[in-house]
Nanobody, 122 residues
Framework: QVSLLESGGGLVLAGGSLRLSCAAS????????MAWFRRAPGKEREFVAV????????GYVDSVKGRFTISRDNAKNTVYLQMSSLKPEDTAVYYC???????????????WGQGTQVTVSS
């Protein structure tokens, strides 16, 4: 069983930065691939970024490449999403999730956090 708790969301001006954190419970955090997804108002849930269990491999949706960076600290059971050059279209609820697989498919994720709101104003 893994419990995930996101933090770090908020209101930011376009062009600004935020860092989201996702703290995980459990002793097996380092065996899980971790990802961030988001859901904007009126839209489907969207994959944002994924990091392998060791942290050595990462992947991003094209719309955030070069602006967002996913990282993890296995000693702290925490995954991060550093977001820079934020745009109004990045406004969404951001969720972290855990999977045994390195994958972009939401259906493959076993555990989800409750989400944190990110609002980017123009």
């Amino acid at each position: 069983q893994v419990s995930l708790l996101e933090s770090g969301g908020g209101l930011v001006l376009a062009g600004g930065s935020l860092r989201l954190s996702c703290a995980a419970s459990g002793r097996t955090f380092s065996s899980w691939a971790m990802a961030w997804f988001r859901r904007a108002p009126g839209k489907e849930r969207e994959f944002v970024a994924v990091i392998s269990a060791s942290g050595g491999i990462t992947g991003y949706v094209d719309s955030v490449k070069g602006r967002f960076t996913i990282s993890r600290d296995n000693a702290k059971n925490t995954v991060y999403l550093q977001m820079s050059s934020l745009k109004p279209e990045d406004t969404a609820v951001y969720y972290c999730a855990a999977s045994r697989l390195y994958t972009r498919l939401a259906s493959q994720y076993d555990y989800w956090g409750q989400g944190t709101q990110v609002t980017v104003s123009s």
